[in-house]
């Protein structure tokens, strides 16, 4: 039951625990609520007997009180079963998915959009607040006491229960029929927002270059179109569901009617006495309020269908597991006859063999497209390969659990991420626990001290979000200086190609060449100027390795690396001057 719950809601156990508590408050409330009519119905009894005996006004008395203090009790104890618990939940809720989003390979992330993610721990965490403080507790809560009540009723007047409660049934099928229709709409508002979403965040990255080219209002105009689809998507939906759901509540209405008509009908055949009709009227008239409400909350339940269809694609989403204890001799890193395609299906690495060796530097060279980039993502299993396999000292990477293997390795990407706190923390993001002192010496090895030292506060300097307070060169570095105070054996570097200047990159360069050393360094690299020290060079093109040596040997060869060197050369020699000259041709 509680497996069950949890799966169906996307809920912790603890949580499945509240929701079965605050269905069971809810239930209590809705019976307690019917203390006070059986109260009523003995005290009109007794007034249509000639009036209250003496001896039994105490009792309507105490009743009285006792009524008042049951329904408080229970209304504190529902709340405290459904709000508090609630938001208990979705705290817990949250963080279940940003701890899955941690352990779930990169591969995932190649399918969903940031702002798709965003709003399924935002908003569809919030929405499901609200049902499980709200909908689903008053739902099943309401459902039950309706079925407790409707059996002493049967107990009281079957014909007068049917009369009753006929309603309920054909209420409930018309909303439950149409769950089809509404979460098809609401699948359809959904994706209209994501759209929109991904628009507005689209707008934000890339507004510099919108302007730069002209196309911000071009831009706009489809970003209009965008929110007004969720305008236009939200009132269709709520258009459908009000359809269906004030149907049903019409139908409850009818119940009233056939109890007024049936009980006449019987009265004046002299089958029922009064007091019975009257109080079925009290007792349809405060029956009738939960369900109401109930045909409301299913309605919503099967909208946070949705919600929670969503959350648990995150939730059952295999993760990469593994070994936590480290079993590699050394520190080799090896592709033994690698396949791999991303989520699109199409090969990527076709069947790559080569050793990055401990204490060497490997360049990965090759046409764009090639496969490098890949290449280094799968060293650190940022994916698993589908054919062959990756070593590290002779163990198999993917029997390693990601996060223990990430420890081997130090990563300098080409686009750096910088937080938005200190320069202090930004670094210490290499290795969590070190002292002041040690960034600061970390800081001192990747040339970064100096303009550090420069800025307002130092090393307690904000840089804003992703560090866009600093300079190409100088986000560089510090990603280097948190590679310096991680100190892995490992380290895989994605040269940059945007353009430094003359300063930057020679700091760059003698930070990169402390870094590496005696380490096992797999480096995509951009510039051949940059690979004639390294110890091997592996040139990529097409998903395979066609070339492999050290670079006088392939230079010699005057295969594809040669033929990519000769390429550079000419590069460099471009001028402006010469530009122009071609131009005036
Ligand atoms: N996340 C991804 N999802 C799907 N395909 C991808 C993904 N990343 C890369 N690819 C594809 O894989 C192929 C190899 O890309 P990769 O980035 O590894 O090449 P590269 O040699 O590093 O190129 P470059 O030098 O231009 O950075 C390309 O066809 C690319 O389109």
Redesign the pocket.
């Known amino acids: 039951m509680i497996q069950r719950l949890q799966k169906k809601f996307a809920l912790s156990e603890q949580g499945a625990v509240d929701l079965i508590k605050a269905i069971t408050a809810c239930t209590l409330q809705n019976i307690a609520f019917m203390f006070p009519v059986g109260l009523l119905y003995y005290l009109v009894s007794d007034l249509m007997n000639g009036g209250v005996p003496e001896e039994r006004r105490l009792f309507y008395g105490v009743g009285c009180l006792f009524s008042i203090l049951l329904i408080f009790i229970i209304t504190y104890f529902q709340y405290n079963a459904t709000y508090l618990a609630t938001y208990v939940e979705t705290g817990v809720r949250r963080i279940t998915l940003a701890e899955k989003l941690r352990k779930i390979p990169l591969s995932f992330f190649?399918k969903k959009d940031l702002a798709d993610l965003t709003s399924t721990i935002m908003a569809d965490c919030t929405f499901l607040e609200t049902a499980f403080s709200h909908f689903i507790p008053e739902l099943f809560g309401s459902i039950i006491s309706t079925v407790l009540i409707a059996i002493s009723l049967f107990f009281f007047d079957w014909r007068m229960a049917l009369a009753a409660l006929w309603v309920a049934p054909v209420a409930f099928a018309i909303v439950l029929l149409s769950a089809k229709v509404q979460e098809g709409l609401n699948q359809k508002a959904m994706d209209a927002k994501m759209a929109c979403a991904d628009g507005i965040q689209e707008y934000l990255e890339t507004v510099q270059d919108l302007k730069a080219n002209n196309a911000e209002d071009t831009y706009l105009v489809i970003l209009d179109q965008k929110i007004k689809a969720v305008e236009h998507r939200a009132i269709i939906g709520e258009f459908g569901m009000a359809v269906f759901v004030v149907s049903a509540q019409l139908i409850l209405k009818l119940g009233m009617a056939t109890v007024a008509l049936v009980g006449s009908a019987l009265l004046i055949k002299g089958t029922l006495d009064v007091l019975t009709f009257f109080m079925f009227l009290l007792v349809v008239s405060r029956l009738y309020d939960p369900l109401q409400g109930a045909l409301q909350n299913l309605a919503a339940v099967i909208t946070a269908r949705t919600n929670i269809a969503r959350m648990n694609e995150i939730l059952d989403h295999p993760v990469q597991t593994g070994e936590k204890e480290l079993g590699n001799q050394g520190y080799d890193v090896t592709f033994d006859r690698v396949g791999f395609a991303?989520?699109?299906g199409?090969t990527?690495l076709k069947d790559v063999s080569f050793t990055a060796r401990q204490g060497q530097v490997t360049a990965l060279v090759?046409?764009?497209?090639?496969?490098?980039?890949?290449?280094s993502r799968l060293a650190a299993r940022f994916w698993d390969c589908n054919k062959g396999t990756i070593t590290v000292g002779g163990m198999d990477i993917s029997k390693v659990e990601p996060e223990t293997l990430l420890s081997l390795y130090s990563i300098v990407f080409q686009e750096v991420t910088l937080f938005n706190n200190t320069i202090m923390e930004n670094i210490r993001l290499g290795r969590k626990d070190a002292s002041d002192d040690e960034v600061l010496e970390a800081a001192r090895l990747a040339n970064c001290h100096e303009f550090i030292k420069k800025l307002p506060k130092g090393y307690h300097t904000d840089i804003g979000e992703n560090g866009c307070a600093l300079s190409g060169g100088q986000r560089q570095r510090i990603s280097i200086a948190r590679a310096f105070l991680k100190n892995a054996p490992i380290i895989l570097l994605d040269e940059a190609t945007a353009s430094l200047d003359v300063e930057n990159e020679t700091l760059i360069q003698t930070a990169l060449s402390r870094l590496i050393k005696n380490k096992t360094v797999l480096i995509?690299a951009?510039r051949m100027r940059t690979v004639a020290g390294a110890d091997q060079i592996v040139v990529?093109a097409e998903g395979n390795v066609v070339e492999q040596g050290d670079p006088k040997t392939l230079l010699d060869k005057k295969g594809l690396f040669s033929h990519m060197v000769d390429l550079q050369r000419q590069g460099q020699n471009w001028t402006l001057e010469k530009a122009v000259s071609y131009q005036k041709i």
């Open positions: 190649g991303y989520n699109s199409e990527v090759g046409p764009s497209g090639g496969g490098k980039t890949t290449v995509i951009h990529l």
